[in-house]
């Protein structure tokens, strides 16, 4: 298992992530990553996925605390993937 860690600080978000808005209400300078979707949310919308339950949203705070590698990277991929997704059902 890969025991390196990334520190996250509250300016940098995730790595290579462009657009900085909550996934789920459009709020501006998201806090949260919800790990498992792959999407950056705000507060609000945490309680929520908090709410929902770990088997649906699995929440990580992006100033606080440690990113494993492999979280850091699964995160980005399914970011890249909902955005693209959105991209093709706008166009």
């Known amino acids: ?7 996250l600080s509250p300016t940098a978000h995730v790595p290579c992530v462009e657009i900085v808005q909550c996934a789920d209400c459009g709020a501006d ?3 949260w990553a919800s790990i498992n979707r792959g999407v950056l949310i705000c507060n609000d919308c ?3 996925h908090r709410n929902l339950g770990r088997q649906y ?12 590698t492999p979280q ?6 399914l970011h890249k993937w909902f ?3 959105v991209l093709i059902v706008v166009e």
């Open 1 to 7: 298992m890969d025991t390196s860690a990334v520190v």
């Open 46 to 48: 945490c309680s929520v």
């Open 57 to 68: 949203s699995q929440v990580r705070s992006l100033n606080r605390g440690m990113w494993d």
């Open 83 to 85: 955005f693209l997704i």
């Open 29 to 31: 300078d998201p806090q």
């Open 72 to 77: 850091l990277e699964l995160v980005k991929l």
